[in-house]
């Protein structure tokens, strides 16, 4: 039987290249809170289970502020590229705003 041809997580991650190694710490994170609390839902300790399952929420919405700060940073370089097809000189504007 075939493996599937999954791509390494770190390279799936939409992340600044900055931010790939806590990233990848963050996604490390996720699925061994996963992992825990489905261990001790197994051993029917539904607290720790509860315990693990807010963890992994913690873990992942520090994931989701790094691909959202990707976000804005490609909507950034988006508004530059346009201001500098239209003729405007970014550097001039950045000054401005200093």
Known sequence: MKQ???QPRQD???????DMKL???LLDCCDYAT???RTAMYANDLAEAERWCKELLRCKR???KLVERKKEHDK???IVEEMQRNGI????VARGIK
């Open 89 to 92: 000189d970014v550097s001039i």
């Open 23 to 25: 990233a990848a710490q």
């Open 12 to 18: 799936a991650l939409n992340v600044l290249p900055g």
């Open 76 to 78: 950034l370089v988006q």
């Open 35 to 37: 992992f825990r609390a």
């Open 62 to 64: 520090d994931l989701d």
């Open 4 to 6: 599937p041809n999954y």
